[in-house]
């Protein structure tokens, strides 16, 4: 009994291993590739994180950078449109939408380079081939700027409009495919009231020349008319003293710059003259001041015993040729034939009869 027992313990057959020591083989071995690894883990991780952090800190500080610089761009602005000189030069809604539409445009630009080279820098670290990803996006971009050409262009043109100061909310500009008072100034659109009231949709790409009225000043011109017999003199006297008049009244005296001058003869007819008459105004008010400087010197004009003619009519050209006398009168060989048709005409119709043109026989 005690030989079979030997026997039985040293029994040389392997055995079929068991789940529990293959699971355990396996757990070792993922624990001593954890442990081989860690450090690399960990450091990416970390070098992940202070990427983040710094794009994040970056990107904050530049913000809040634009955002105090524009700050201080309005209240410039505010502080110049308290002056009187700056209430005629100076638009701090305009300037405010300006630095703000500006502002934009920085903040996007910055946070879109600062947290694009994070994110690359990020792929740079976990190892990933930025090659191909680069390419696709190269042919991505390309791909989506021929499809949306027009879309860039008319971002890129309300970007350049915008930096370079071309016009404004509340300037009246003549953008050649509309006209009108601008209302509202996009990177993409820019709307216009026009004269009837109605809203123009203009696209920033689709604007070649921009002519606008609202900058600098603007010059209010009049055509006064009179007969060629008038002492011009006079005449000239009795408008200079209306415009001082004018200017020295309000609201007259604010949107009036300069003097109203007396440039001269402008035209010459036969029975009369055209006197031109300036003035440099506020932009945007020169119609008004043209209509109130008719008004007045048509008054004062009146009140001199000065009156005002209209253009007068041009003669029309003849054009017809003046007939000849001699082209009805037919030859005298002609007339002493009696039998022709020439002789017949000219030969007196005898008198109707007494009640003929009554029927009676």
Do not use: C, H
């Amino acid at each position: 009994m005690f030989r079979s027992v030997v026997l039985a313990a040293e029994d040389p057959t392997p055995r079929p291993p068991s789940s529990l020591d293959e699971a355990q083989r396996t757990a070792n071995d993922a624990a001593g590739w954890v442990e081989a690894n860690w450090s690399v883990w960990l450091g990416n991780s970390l070098r992940i994180i202070l990427i983040v952090v710094i794009a994040v800190v970056m990107r904050s500080l530049i913000r809040r950078a634009i955002t105090k610089l524009i700050a201080r761009m309005n209240r410039t602005a505010q502080a110049v449109d308290g002056t009187a000189l700056g209430g005629l030069l100076v638009n701090a809604e305009r300037r405010r939408q300006r630095s703000e539409a500006i502002g934009s445009v920085l903040r996007s630009v910055a946070s879109f380079l600062i947290m694009g080279t994070a994110a690359l820098t990020v792929l740079s670290v976990l190892k990933i081939n930025l090659a191909p990803l680069l390419a696709s996006a190269g042919v991505a971009g390309v791909a989506i700027g021929f499809g949306a050409r027009n879309l860039v262009t008319d971002f890129l043109s309300g970007v350049f409009m915008i930096l370079e100061d071309q016009y404004g909310v509340g300037d009246t500009i003549d953008a050649g495919v509309a006209s009108g008072e601008v209302i509202e100034v996009g990177l993409r659109v820019t709307k216009l009231r026009g004269s009837d009231g109605e809203i123009w949709y203009v696209r920033n790409g689709e604007v070649k020349r921009i002519g606008n009225l609202s900058q600098g000043w603007a010059t209010a011109g009049v055509d006064v008319q009179v007969r060629s017999d008038e002492d011009l003199d006079r005449v000239r006297d009795v408008i200079a003293r209306t415009g001082e008049e004018m200017q020295k009244e309000e609201p007259w005296n604010e949107r009036l710059w300069e003097p109203v001058e007396v440039l001269g003869l402008n035209a010459i007819y036969l029975d009369s003259v055209v006197i031109r008459v300036s003035a440099k105004t506020v932009p945007g008010k020169a119609l008004g001041v043209e209509r109130e400087l008719r008004w007045r010197i048509k008054r004062a004009l009146d009140a001199e015993g000065i009156s005002i003619v209209g253009r007068p009519q041009e003669p029309e050209l003849e054009t017809r040729a003046a007939p000849d006398p001699t082209a009805t009168v037919a030859p005298p060989s002609v007339l002493a034939n009696p039998a022709s048709p020439q002789a017949k005409a000219t030969e007196p119709i005898p008198a109707a009869p007494p009640g003929a043109a009554l029927g009676k026989p």
